[in-house]
């Protein structure tokens, strides 16, 4: 059984096929996470699920998404597109945007120096947008996410953070550019998700990578220990938020935040 965040999330994909004239008597959902994916024959509709209990204005983000994958896709950067009806459209209180299906080689294994070449790239390309994306960034979605935390010593531990994030350069960032978010497609290879794209300095996209793709990344960035810093910090409290959605995992995010500050102590 489906739940709620699955269940609205379909009837909200499946509304948006009918209007753009999408096959919907099949839809298959490919991802249940932190965006509900729904393929729609050609058309893959992307959903906020998890997300919405983070970030309340969620069709901002998902417009940022739509607009720098168009502007990267006519420079021939390494992105999939958005469909030629992107949106967001609105359905039943929900947002949704429109993408070509595309087969993806699940868990490609890209060597540290190919990932790291290849944000070095989008980075470049990135420059050249003229959007407004924001600067609040990861800071923005750590102190919404405290909504959801009660321990006293991530409050803490995020503000102070915060504060100690060094003045930097800015351009626009990818946002969350872990491997994950890197797809190897019949095209080659291609950056997904610039969902949680912002203006803020190159320091936090390394710190989305692991080490060795951060260490392989061209030239030196300033201020990235504190980044990763955040980086972990973030992932502590989304635990916290997904525990919103699926109560039986609270365990786990409480473990989370006790291996942080073990491995901080």
């Not at 919405?52 to 950067?77: I, K, N, Q, T, Y």
């Not at 872990?178 to 912002?198: I, M, V, Y």
Request: charged share 25%.
């Amino acid at each position: 059984m489906e739940d709620a965040f699955v269940a609205s999330a379909l009837d909200a994909a499946l509304d948006v096929g009918r209007r753009l004239g999408l096959p919907t008597d099949a839809p298959e959902v490919l991802s249940r996470r932190s965006n509900v994916l729904v393929r729609l024959g050609p058309v893959v509709a992307r959903v906020p699920a998890t997300t919405r209990l983070l970030r309340p204005a969620v069709a901002d983000w998902m417009a940022h998404d739509v607009a720098l994958s168009a502007f990267l896709a006519e420079r021939g950067a390494p992105v999939i597109p958005p469909f030629e009806e992107p949106g967001p459209h609105l359905s039943h209180g929900l947002a949704v945007t429109m993408w070509p299906f595309t087969r993806l080689e699940p868990g490609h294994p890209f060597a540290p120096a190919e990932v790291a070449a290849l944000l070095h790239d989008l980075h470049a390309a990135l420059r050249e947008y003229p959007g407004d994306l924001g600067a609040a960034g990861p800071a923005g979605d750590l102190r919404r996410a405290l909504d959801h935390v009660e321990d006293e010593r991530v409050h803490e531990a995020v503000e102070h953070a915060i504060a100690g994030l060094p003045e930097l350069p800015s351009q626009p960032l990818h946002g969350d550019a872990h491997a994950g978010n890197l797809a190897l497609t019949e095209h080659g290879p291609r950056w997904l998700d610039f969902e949680d794209s912002w203006r803020g300095p190159i320091a936090w996209d390394l710190a989305c990578l692991d080490p060795a793709a951060r260490a392989a990344y061209p030239g030196n960035a300033d201020g990235v220990e504190e980044y990763v810093r955040l980086r972990k910090l973030l992932g502590v409290c989304w635990r916290f938020v997904v525990a919103r959605r699926f109560p039986d995992r609270f365990a786990e995010a409480k473990a989370a935040a006790e291996a942080y500050f073990s491995a901080t102590s």
